[in-house]
Each structure stands twice: as structure tokens, then as C-alpha cells.
């Protein structure tokens, strides 16, 4: 059985009920009740552009709402998760320090099967019904866990490779034939160090393709026999890492450290979790103009993120009034634009008014941009368990190596 420290002290931990908090269903009341409000949004801080989105969004319910916005910048979500933890270790049950959560996976699973979430709230938002989620059932699925309300859907997210067209003349078009390709082209292939997502991507990726049979890692992992799910996935790997960048002895960080491999002309082929962040990075002179997008040909892994809201938040109102805000089809739009910053929409068009639609219309995805009908199959993020399992896995086999 795999248990992370954090889960483990969970576990530990009894269960209170929250205290009184602004009702959902009576809006007008929300939105007095957040005027004035600071709002203190945990949320990773990984890319300036999305720092500089989270303070574009500051401005805007600042003018709006009255709400001050503060960006409490985290290099892992788990981070808030620990301090809310904490907080109801110490007893705090009324006035925790963080008020909305930048959140999914395996960290709202935690949070939602021990009580530290406030909710249901989330459909009752005013623009909920534009994520039309009665044929949307991602918006109510967290990594094959029911939101059941207890989080906002905000952003959309999809796994894509981008090369240099200049440097590779066919890309591969799956994990064998990427292995075949990086025997052919030592070092010039490499993915972001595991536990950050975008390295957990790339193993989940590589561990849904492989597999004989994949229903079993839509089931919680003790459930299964993971030395033998798993067989292939490592045996991939050990093949693959001594022909990656730096011969598999480093990974960089995160997407933005695997982005300047990619712009100094390091790596020929990357990763992305997002479908335009290509085309975002050669507008903003960070690649070159030969990159482009691809998808592997079975399908390649995508997901939503949502906001969360703490069972003893100080400023519940602000933080839904907030959530709400970026739900909005301009604050979606902005956010789909890959100069902004490239993060997909979880907005239906089809419930959208004409010209809300249009703000849409007129973003230019950009040239590295793959089309929606080129995206493939969508593949769903295997349950949460397997992602505590899989990085224990990972780092005991290949830290320090």
C-alpha cells in the first residue's frame, strides 16, 4: 500500500463540521458580504505569465467586486494543503489563512475525503451553466473523484509534444517509436523531473499507452497488483534514460526549464500540458518559429483544474465571488489566448451569447497550434492513488542515478 506523509497525518486527524459561511444560493448576499474582502489565493507559481494572469485577475475584482486579491505563490499545491491540515490540527476552525486553492488530482482527493473543503458551492455560481455540465461530465469528475460542488472548474489542460521541424524531419507518433527516435538522437529528448506534473504526465502518459489493459488504473492502486501494471512503464524508461538529455543523470524542473532546452537548442522534442504554450512561447520569442505541435497517435492524457475553497477559509464569500470571476467568458477567453498565456477554456460555446463566442473566435491560437479535430483521443487521468505510487516508484528507482 502507498501512503504519503500528508496522507498519512490525515488520517490522524478527526473531523469538525464548519462554521457558519455565506450561502451560495443567495448571491446578492455573497456579493455584499465580499466587498472588502482580501482574498488569499494559494495557487503554484511556476510561469510568470500565469502570475501575471492571477495579477491581471487582482485588477479586475479589485475594480469590480472590492476585493483585494492576494496571489500566495507555491511551488506545490500540496504546500496549502499542509497548512490547512495544520490549522485543523491546531484547532483553527474558523480563521484559516487560505481562502481558494489552486487545485486537483490527488491533492482535492485528500482534502475532500478528510473535511477540509468547504461546499457544495460550486454550481450555484452564476456562471457555472456556461460549462453546460449536464453533457460535460469532466467538470464534475476530479481524477475519477466526484466534485459533488466542492470545487470551481477553471482551466483545461491536454499533453502535446512540440519539436523543431528544423532539427527533426518525423516525429514519433508513440512511446516505442519515441524510444526508437531517442536511440537515434541522443540528448536531444528529455521530460520534467518527477514530481513536478508535467514529469508525472509524461510517466502516466508513457504507463496508459503500454499497458495491455488500462481500467485497472481508473480504480484506486491498492486495488491492483502495481509491480506488474507497472512492468512496462519501467522497463521503458530504463531504456529510454540513458539517451535522454544529460543522459537521463538530470531533468529540469518544470515546463519553463524544459521550454529553454527547447529555445537553446539543447532538446529537439518537448512536452507540454498545454496545447498552445508552443505557439505562446514563439510569440514571446522564447522558441523558434519552426517548432510545432503533435499528439501521439492512441490518444495522450488531458484534465481539468478547479478552485477549492477551505472548510475554515476567513473569506468564503470573496473567494466565490472570485472563482465566479474566472468562470466569466472574458476572463476564459484572456486565458485561452497563448500570448497570455495559453490555458484552455472550460466553457461550452454552445452556451455562450454570440459575442461571448466571438471573444473566442478571434484569439489566434497560433501557428504551433495544433486544431481540436487534431487533438485525438482525449485519455482520463487514472485515479488519484496511483500518483503517490507511481512518484515513490520513480524516485527510488532513479534519484541519484
Given at each position: 500500500m502507498f501512503r504519503s506523509p500528508l496522507?498519512?497525518?490525515l488520517g490522524l486527524v478527526g473531523l469538525t463540521s464548519a462554521h457558519a459561511a455565506p450561502d451560495p444560493h443567495d448571491w446578492e448576499a455573497v456579493l455584499d458580504e465580499a466587498r472588502g474582502q482580501q482574498v488569499f489565493w494559494y495557487a503554484w507559481a511556476g510561469e510568470e505569465r500565469i502570475n501575471d494572469y492571477i495579477q491581471w485577475t487582482a485588477d479586475r475584482v479589485a475594480e469590480r467586486y472590492d476585493i483585494t486579491l492576494t496571489h500566495v505563490k507555491l511551488g506545490d499545491t500540496a504546500e496549502a494543503?499542509?497548512?490547512v491540515l495544520a490549522e485543523r490540527q491546531a484547532g483553527n476552525d474558523e480563521r484559516g489563512n487560505v481562502d481558494l486553492i489552486w487545485i486537483n488530482g490527488e491533492n482535492f482527493a485528500t482534502m475532500k475525503a478528510n473535511d477540509l473543503l468547504f461546499g457544495p458551492w460550486s454550481e450555484q455560481l452564476p456562471h457555472y451553466p456556461l460549462t453546460d455540465p449536464e453533457n460535460t461530465p469532466a467538470v464534475r469528475y476530479d481524477w475519477t473523484i466526484p466534485v459533488d460542488g466542492l470545487e470551481s472548474p477553471w482551466s483545461s489542460s491536454q499533453v502535446v509534444f512540440y519539436y523543431d521541424t528544423a532539427l527533426v524531419d518525423d516525429h514519433p507518433r508513440s512511446m516505442p517509436e519515441l524510444l526508437d527516435w531517442a536511440r537515434a538522437n541522443p540528448g536531444d529528448f528529455t521530460y520534467a523531473r518527477v514530481p513536478n506534473f508535467l514529469g508525472n504526465a509524461f510517466?502516466?502518459?508513457?504507463?496508459?499507452?503500454?499497458?495491455e489493459e488500462t481500467a485497472p488504473f481508473y480504480a484506486p492502486v491498492e486495488e491492483s497488483d502495481f509491480d506488474a501494471l507497472t512492468a512496462p512503464l519501467w522497463d521503458f524508461l530504463d531504456a529510454l534514460h540513458p539517451h535522454l538529455w544529460r543522459g537521463g543523470r538530470a531533468f529540469p524542473a518544470n515546463s519553463a526549464e524544459l521550454r529553454r532546452l527547447m529555445g537553446?537548442?539543447?532538446?529537439?522534442?518537448?512536452?507540454?500540458?498545454s496545447t498552445t504554450e508552443a505557439s505562446g512561447a514563439?510569440?514571446?520569442f522564447e522558441l523558434p518559429e519552426t517548432v510545432r505541435s503533435y499528439v501521439h497517435d492512441d490518444g495522450m492524457i488531458g484534465n481539468l483544474s478547479f478552485l477549492a475553497i477551505p472548510y475554515n477559509a476567513q473569506h468564503k464569500a470573496g473567494a466565490m465571488v472570485v472563482a465566479d470571476?474566472?468562470?466569466?467568458?472574458?476572463?476564459?477567453?484572456?486565458?485561452?489566448?497563448?500570448?497570455?498565456?495559453?490555458?484552455?477554456t472550460v466553457l461550452a460555446m454552445e452556451r455562450l451569447e454570440e459575442d461571448e463566442r466571438a471573444r473566442f473566435s478571434q484569439i489566434d491560437l497560433g501557428i504551433a497550434t495544433l486544431p481540436p479535430e487534431a487533438l485525438g483521443e482525449l485519455l482520463g487521468q487514472p485515479h488519484p492513488s496511483w500518483v503517490d505510487a507511481l512518484e515513490a516508484a520513480w524516485q527510488r528507482r532513479y534519484v541519484g542515478q
Open positions: 496522507l498519512l497525518a494543503v499542509s497548512r510517466i502516466t502518459q508513457a504507463m496508459l499507452e503500454l499497458a537553446d537548442g539543447e532538446i529537439a522534442i518537448g512536452l507540454s500540458f514563439i510569440a514571446n470571476f474566472l468562470l466569466s467568458p472574458e476572463a476564459q477567453a484572456r486565458k485561452q489566448d497563448p500570448v497570455i498565456w495559453g490555458s484552455g
